[in-house]
């Protein structure tokens, strides 16, 4: 039996799937991953735009940044990659998907129960804390970087920032859900090099659970016991794959 058959087998005989994905579970929708050759850092510096410390010096122009994130986010539609995931959740009755993606996407096909590791493009809250939030709209990108309508400081985005801290609850439930509850994980499309998320299928592997890990190029988790790599791309193998 080859790797993607054994998959096959143990996806479909799981109880409890977990999914875990990347980046890469995004890019054959239309938007750019990270690293890589067209990555979204590749002319720029990850700590100008995506840390604390570069939002804190130059917030306008993380603000542009995250202007053309939001435009390349719109007309976007889920995968079949993403449709496979829904039948998925329908035949077992619960998939959990453990994300570091912020654009919303699993949750615009479908899935129900998605936990951000890395928080989410669609919101914007006040940067001092001082409780302001709104939904992310069209007009904050008019004068880089919006103010609060409430006590005048910076407005943000509420993805994490390098620097900054996981949200605490999501974080913890993800990891349980990894150690303590899923069957077998479904890895896709990430280069498991940022952590603690990098860390979820880890979890997964030390409580004896199987992965089954989808992405063209290798990663640190592809040889390593346990592991099923199916080098692929989500579009392409998750309807076969997942398919009842
Ligand atoms: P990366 O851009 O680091 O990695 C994307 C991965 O997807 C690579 O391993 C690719 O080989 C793989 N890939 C590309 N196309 C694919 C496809 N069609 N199907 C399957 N896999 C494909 O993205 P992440 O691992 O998500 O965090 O990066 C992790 C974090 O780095 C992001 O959440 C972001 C960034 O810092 C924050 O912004 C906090
Ligand atoms: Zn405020």
Redesign the pocket.
């Known amino acids: 039996m080859n790797g993607y058959e054994e998959a096959r087998i143990l996806l479909e005989s799981s109880k409890r799937p977990l999914v875990f994905?990347?980046?890469?579970?995004s890019?054959?929708s239309g938007m750019t991953?990270?690293?890589?050759r067209d990555?979204l850092w590749n002319n720029r510096s990850?700590t100008e735009l995506?840390s604390v410390d570069g939002f804190m010096a130059n917030p306008g122009m993380v603000w542009e940044w995250y202007g053309q994130r939001f435009h390349a986010r719109e007309g976007v539609v889920p995968h079949r990659g993403y449709h496979a995931l829904v039948e998925l959740q329908e035949r077992k009755g619960r998939l959990p998907v453990v994300t570091?993606?912020?654009d919303g996407l699993h949750q615009t096909a479908g899935l129900t129960e998605v936990y951000e590791?890395?928080g989410s493009m669609r919101t914007v809250s006040c940067l001092s804390g001082c409780g302001y939030a709104t939904d992310f709209h069209e007009e904050l990108l008019r004068k880089p970087p919006p103010l609060c309508p409430v006590c005048g400081s910076v407005l943000r985005p509420d993805?994490?920032?390098?620097g900054e801290q996981l949200p605490e609850t999501v974080v913890k439930e993800a990891f349980r859900l990894a150690g303590d509850w899923a069957d077998v994980v479904l890895v896709?499309?990430?280069?498991?090099?940022?952590w603690p998320?990098a860390g979820i299928p880890w979890e997964a592997l030390q409580a004896g659970v199987e992965v089954v890990e989808?992405?063209?190029?290798p990663?640190s988790l592809s040889k390593s016991p346990g592991v099923i790599w199916i080098p692929?791309?989500?579009?392409?193998v998750l309807p076969g794959l997942l398919e009842a």
């Open positions: 994905t990347g980046a890469g579970m890019s054959e991953t990270f690293r890589g990555g990850a995506s570091q993606n912020v590791l890395h993805v994490v920032l390098f896709v499309g990430t280069s498991m090099l940022v998320a989808l992405n063209p190029e990663t692929g791309r989500a579009a392409e």
